[in-house]
């Protein structure tokens, strides 16, 4: 059973960095996908960007995309989202989630608890 625990969650001013992790367990996600969604209050969950875990292959969606960087440490099996030039837009939930992508594309079915980050003025 797939399990996924995030962390680095915190407030920060506008302007600066964070780095969140995802510590994936619980089996080998060599044809995973592993991802970053974020839901705002009131808001619906919205992809942030993800990593193919056997290649690198990464995908971002344009709220952060040249603000973010996603990766993965296969030795550590953990994922990583670092955001820069952080915007009060940033201010959600962000949430670690884990699908298939081969052979075939799945739903993204694993899902940590979540983490909190608020960009203050």
């Known amino acids: 059973q797939v399990q996924l625990v995030e962390s680095g969650g915190a407030q920060v001013r506008a302007g600066g960095s964070l780095r969140l992790s995802c510590a994936a367990s619980?089996?080998?996600?060599?044809?995973?996908?592993l991802g970053w969604f974020r839901q705002a209050p009131g808001k619906e969950r919205l992809f942030v960007a993800s990593?193919?875990?056997?290649?690198?292959?990464?995908t971002y969606a344009d709220a952060l995309k040249g603000r973010s960087t996603i990766s993965r440490d296969l030795a550590k099996n953990t994922m990583y989202l670092t955001m820069d030039s952080l915007k009060s837009d940033d201010t959600a939930v962000y949430y670690c989630?884990?699908?298939?992508?081969?052979?075939?594309?799945?739903?993204?079915?694993?899902w940590g608890q979540g983490t909190q980050v608020t960009v203050s003025p």
């Open positions: 990593v193919r875990y056997s290649d690198g292959y990464t």
């Open positions: 989630a884990a699908r298939i992508w081969w052979p075939n594309v799945r739903e993204w079915d694993a």
């Open positions: 619980g089996r080998s996600f060599a044809n995973y996908e």
